[in-house]
């Protein structure tokens, strides 16, 4: 008998129907271990290990896991993927009578399929004893920085006792949002506007700005230049034409991060949503694990999106290497979320046999996947300067004659000259369309010359826009920028914030409450170094080296404990005794104390 051991059920009713009938699959139920709490969750004498306990009501389910192994000619553990999946799996490992450790494997479940499964069973492994390093220094930092919130957080009032407390992950996303809204709160109401007029040659649109060099110092000053400019004797001319090619790199295959982003803005999912509709995808056998913080993708899956596009595209298509292919992995197990099989066009899924939202995810997917490996987008890129001109008479006896204005407009255009990934990924732009920001507009403009006449259409004031509040995918796209934490993680702590009422959503951005505020303030008044988000990312660098083989467990602990936590730990014991007041910490402001948290 062969045992395999999964995290849920829905992975073992699929492993069941795709395995053979010498397999049996138990499931554990979830996480069976917790480390201890508070401090005696870590041996710092020794090397800072890690020191777990079976959760409460979890020893019916370890005992059940001893029993199934009994008799198992191989145990395989296809936990997660990833480095929490490898660290679930050497737990395991260790609640295992000694002769049955020796029979335990690691396999990696990257896709939920025949051909993957029996590629998974054919490379199972031993454990990997970095990876799973690397995922308790990161558990053990977020332990100890929560159980040293827990007791100020409970003090004051911004904490249920039974909640758990805010963690490394949680920690930063709240800063995040509270540092963005703290921006908000800073900037300007109104800042001088700029002029953008919309010109049309032939019948052919684009807008042009005004270059950012004009002497323009007020508002009042702006939206004089524009009624000047909306007289009836104002003429547009082409004052200099600038021509060159450039290349546009295919985007890489999705992330997690990139994929919610995405996922956001084109389908107008949230990421609770991308992330049900990518999990029904996985289970199914349709795409690879959801949660991945990688850009790769394996040869096979190369060669097959090679082949696809040549059936669709034609070899002309096709570049030498694939760039994804070339990439490395934060660790050798990860891939890019891909689809299973590239032949698997995204209308022939039937809304039928899946969510609606997970047709539209794989499509989005697919279509990624298969831009990523084809040629750049090759482009012809115009560059205008336009002169706006006045005709008239400066005086009463003199002709009419054609005056120049002090200022000019700039357009950027470009067009495609070989498609490449731009086939399958197409731009969206909308000459109609007035933004904040007027960048590079896809328009075809081949006969434009110096002292060409254009076309006036319209002209606007246009004001830059202020700091953004984040979107949900936004602020998960900022968390995998910083190096903090798994995609899981992310998704969690969006969710954690908005259940503890440390943020809400408004029209679809995060808004931190009060309450919010508080606790990241209360957090950075005692513990500045820890929320630091440049030692953050550094300490998410050295955790990936741990992964890697390359930097020591004990040494990046000893770093993050000795270096930053021990030192603020005394204080905020201190800070639970004290006398409660009205406001936790009086007066903080991340903008004036940003750099020294």
């Given amino acids: 008998m062969k045992l395999v051991i999964v995290e849920s059920p829905e992975i073992a009713q699929r492993l069941a129907d795709l395995l053979g009938k010498e397999f049996v699959v138990k499931v554990c139920a979830g996480p069976i271990w917790n480390l201890l709490p508070g401090e005696t969750g870590v041996d710092a004498a020794s090397g800072y290990a890690a020191q777990y306990e079976v959760r409460l009501n979890k020893e019916l389910a370890l005992a059940a896991l001893k029993k199934a192994v009994k008799g198992a000619e191989v145990i395989y553990l296809a936990t997660d993927p990833g480095l929490q999946g490898e660290n679930a799996a050497q737990l395991i490992v260790d609640a295992l009578p000694e002769p049955d450790r020796h029979k335990t494997l ?19 492994r031993v454990l990997n004893p970095n990876l799973v390093k690397a995922a308790r220094a990161h558990e053990v930092m977020d332990h100890l920085t929560a159980h040293a919130l827990y007791p100020l957080l409970v003090k004051w009032g911004l904490l249920e006792s039974t909640s758990p407390s805010l963690n490394l992950v949680e920690g930063t996303a709240l800063r995040l ?90 389908l107008r999912l949230t990421p609770k949503q991308t992330n049900e509709a990518a999990k029904e995808l996985y289970l199914a056998g349709l795409i690879t694990y959801p949660y991945s913080r990688s850009t790769v993708i394996s040869a096979q899956a190369c060669q097959a999106g090679r082949e696809m596009i040549a059936c669709l595209f034609g070899t002309m298509n096709l570049p030498q290497l694939s760039p994804a292919a070339s990439e490395q992995a934060v660790d050798s197990f990860e891939e890019a979320i891909r689809p299973t099989d590239p032949t698997r066009l995204p209308e022939q899924l039937e809304t039928s046999e899946f969510s609606q939202e997970a047709v539209r995810v794989y499509s989005l997917i697919w279509l990624r996947f298969i ?29 009419a004659r054609v005056y120049p204005h002090p200022y000019t407009f700039q357009a950027r255009l470009r067009w495609p000259i070989e498609d490449g990934y731009l086939a399958v990924i197409p731009g969206h732009d909308n000459p109609d369309l007035l933004t904040d920001e007027i960048g590079d507009q896809v328009v075809h403009l081949p006969d434009v010359e110096q002292g060409d006449t254009l076309i006036f259409n319209q002209i606007h004031a246009v004001e830059a826009a202020p700091p953004v509040r984040f979107s949900e995918a ?25 259940q503890k009422g440390y943020v809400r959503t408004e029209r679809s951005r995060l808004i931190p409450t009060m309450r919010g505020e508080d606790v990241l303030y209360l957090a950075l008044a005692h513990f500045a170094g820890v929320f630091d988000l440049n030692l953050l990312s550094g300490m998410g660098d050295l955790v990936d080296l741990v992964a890697q083989g390359k930097a020591d467990y004990e040494s990046v602990l000893k770093i993050f404990y000795s270096g930053r936590l021990a030192r603020a730990l005394d204080a905020a014991h201190a800070a639970v005794e004290e006398v409660v007041d009205d406001e936790p910490i009086g007066t903080y402001s991340l903008m004036s104390k940003k750099e020294s948290a």
Avoid: C
């Fill in 106 to 124: 690691r396999l990696d479940l990257h896709e939920m399929t025949e051909v993957g499964i029996q590629q998974a069973l054919a490379s199972a």
């Fill in 474 to 498: 936004g602020l998960i796209a900022e968390l995998s920028s910083v190096g903090i934490g798994s995609p899981k993680e992310h998704l969690k702590a969006l969710e954690a914030l908005g």
């Fill in 177 to 266: 949002v509270v540092e963005r809204e703290e921006a908000l709160r800073v900037s300007k109401p109104h800042s001088t506007p700029r002029a953008a007029a919309q010109v049309q040659n032939g019948a052919v649109r684009f807008w042009a700005s005004m270059s950012d060099t004009q002497d323009i110092r007020t508002a009042d000053d702006a939206y004089q230049v524009i009624e000047t400019l909306m007289l009836p004797e104002t003429g547009w001319m082409v004052e200099r034409v600038e021509r060159h090619e450039e290349t546009d790199q295919p985007p890489a295959p999705f992330t997690t991060s990139t994929l919610l982003d995405q996922a956001e803005s084109a």
């Fill in 371 to 399: 831009g990523s490996q084809l040629n750049p987008a090759r482009l012809a890129v115009t560059l205008l300067t336009i002169r706006p001109t006045w005709t008239g008479s400066a005086e009463p006896w003199e002709e």
